[in-house]
Structure formats: structure tokens, C-alpha cells
Nanobody, 115 residues
């Protein structure tokens, strides 16, 4: 089992920045990938960032140049650095860890971009 906890959400003005953290615990050996998702509707989550255990990173076009996904090499933490935030970035952000073909989700952290 893997437990996933996100943190770092909050309210920020347009143009501001936030860094979200995703901490995995439990049986974290052989994690193959960590993703960040954003809830865009009551029934849809959109993957916005992807990081493999080999270090391959990618973000969707809508956040490219503004969001960066990275890993702390000293601990099981993945970050989502978000810059130049807009109201369209508002939502609940979820971290998903993939291990042996199973997905482990956190409870989410809310980001609100508003003046």
C-alpha cells in the first residue's frame, strides 16, 4: 500500500505562484510514475503533469512554461511549481502515484486564483 498526501494549496491572486507537494509513504519502492491532476468538472480530472521514475517530465500545453514538475532526490516528494497563475487554474489538484500497475491517489489540495 502507498499513502499519498498533497499539500501547498491555497488562495492566490492572478499572476501569483504556488508550489504543491506530493508525499508518498508506505511501500514506496518501485514507484514508476507520479502525476498531478486537476479537477476540471465534477466528473472529470485532467492530467496536467507527469514524472517518471527515470526523470522524464511533461506538462500539458495549457500550463507549459508556467508549471514545472520535479522530484526531491532526498525524499519521496514530488513538487508542482506553478507560476503566473490565472483564474482558470482554480480547482482541486490531486497527486497520483503509480506502483506495479496500481494507482494511489491523495485527497487533493485546493487552489483558488482570485483577486
Amino acid at each position: 500500500q502507498v499513502q499519498v498526501v498533497e499539500s501547498g494549496g491555497g488562495k492566490v491572486q492572478p499572476g501569483g505562484s504556488l508550489t504543491l507537494s506530493c508525499i508518498a509513504s508506505g511501500d514506496i519502492s518501485a514507484i514508476s510514475a507520479t502525476d498531478w491532476y486537476r479537477q476540471v468538472s465534477p466528473t472529470k480530472r485532467e492530467r496536467i503533469a507527469h514524472l517518471t521514475n527515470l526523470g522524464t517530465a511533461d506538462v500539458v500545453d495549457s500550463v507549459k512554461g508556467r508549471f514545472t514538475i520535479s522530484r526531491d532526490p532526498t525524499k519521496p516528494t514530488v513538487y508542482l511549481q506553478m507560476y503566473d497563475l490565472t483564474p482558470e487554474d482554480t480547482g482541486v489538484y490531486y497527486c497520483k502515484v503509480v506502483r506495479h500497475g496500481f494507482d494511489y491517489w491523495g485527497q487533493g489540495t485546493r487552489v483558488t486564483v482570485s483577486s
